[in-house]
Antibody, heavy 117, light 112 residues
């Protein structure tokens, strides 16, 4: 049974960079596609993008100019950087797994990131 | 692709049927394999979404058979045949036909 766990600061200042890491256990990261998804409080889900273990990425055009994802196969981790954050980036951030063009079949518990000075 | 769900919220008596609709702004039916790239998720407060159905109508392992999905192309339905107390949640549809993968706005199911 794969498990995903997000980690990172819960508070980020406006204009700074939000950085999160997802640690995968119970399965190798060297398969599947690994996504970040966010959910502002009381609102719907938004897919941010995915990274494949090879490093190939696909970002949501709405965030592409501010997003960078990376993968560390030696640690079975992948990461999200979102720069120039504003209050609109306050959300619960989830990491999740897909097999490509397929649904998200496993999710982390999510981590709330608040953007505030 | 924009995903639009209706209604935004739904109040149903225990044991009764709940029906949620999802409409995509363009088809999510892939002609070469005749599959609809459409999933349904259930999200309870404080929890991540849980996959219920994929390919529009295939239940994920362990999902009770009171959950069913139907539809094709651009119009889809999630049906809970006999609502149980544990089904109180927000339900989302999602298309994985093309990136950016997109979700509906959610439908909150409550008890009448």
């Amino acid at each position: 049974q794969v498990q995903l766990q997000e980690s990172g600061p819960g508070l980020v200042k406006p204009s700074e960079t939000l950085s999160l890491t997802c640690t995968v256990s119970g399965d190798s990261i060297n398969t599947y596609y690994w996504s970040w998804i966010r959910q502002p409080p009381g609102r719907a889900l938004e897919w941010i993008g995915y990274i494949y273990y090879s490093g190939n990425t696909n970002y949501n055009p709405s965030l592409r100019s501010r997003v960078t994802m990376s993968v560390d196969t030696s640690k079975n981790q992948f990461s999200l950087n979102l720069n120039s954050v504003t209050a609109a980036d306050t959300a619960v951030y989830y990491c999740a797994r897909t097999k490509g063009a397929s649904p998200f079949d496993d999710w982390g518990q999510g981590t709330l990131v608040t953007v505030s000075s | 692709i924009v995903m639009t769900q209706s209604p935004d919220s739904l109040a149903v008596s225990l044991g009764e049927r709940a029906t949620i609709n999802c409409k995509s702004s363009q088809t999510v039916l892939y002609g070469s394999n005749n599959k609809n790239y459409l999933a349904w998720y259930q999200q309870k407060p404080g929890q991540p979404p849980k996959l219920l159905l994929y390919w529009a109508s295939t239940r994920e392992s362990g999902v009770p058979d009171r959950f069913s999905g139907s539809g094709s192309g651009t119009d889809f339905t999630l049906t809970i045949s006999s609502l149980q107390a544990e089904d109180l949640a927000v339900y989302y549809c999602q298309q994985y036909y093309t990136t950016p993968w997109t979700f509906g706005q959610g439908t909150k199911v409550e008890i009448k």
